[in-house]
Nanobody
Framework: QVQLVESGGGLVQPGGSLRLSCTAS?????????MGWFRQAPGKERVLTAA????????DYADSVKGRFTISRDNGRKTVYLQMNSLKPEDTAVYYC??????????????????WGQGTQVTVSS
């Protein structure tokens, strides 16, 4: 059974940084998966924040986080990261890690992602 476990969320002041991690278990083909970070703010739909292809050669970001967030992965550790800098109150949300069995491109549609983590809360507030 595939499990994705996020960590690294918490409370941070505006302008601060956090690094989220997502580690996969129960899977032997992590390197064949594209990975994404989604976020969902209260009362809003879940949206793609950042995504990375199976080998890290292609990445994609929501316009709202470009230049501030960086997605990366370590296939040997079966882990994907989201480095978040210059955080703003509007970044407050539950952040979800997700995996898609797609190679060769970065999936941008929520329905393409098959496996999901439980989410980790990120709160940006003074």
């Amino acid at each position: 059974q595939v499990q994705l476990v996020e960590s690294g969320g918490g409370l941070v002041q505006p302008g601060g940084s956090l690094r989220l991690s997502c580690t996969a278990s129960g899977i032997t083909f992590f390197s064949a998966l594209a990975m994404g970070w989604f976020r969902q703010a209260p009362g809003k739909e879940r949206v793609l924040t950042a995504a990375i292809s199976w080998n890290g050669s292609n990445v994609d970001y929501a316009d709202s986080v470009k230049g501030r967030f960086t997605i990366s992965r370590d296939n040997g550790r079966k882990t994907v990261y989201l480095q978040m800098n210059s955080l703003k109150p509007e970044d407050t949300a539950v952040y979800y890690c997700a995996a898609a069995p797609i190679r060769g491109r970065v999936p941008r549609v929520t329905a393409e992602y098959r496996y999901w983590g439980q989410g980790t809360q990120v709160t940006v507030s003074s």
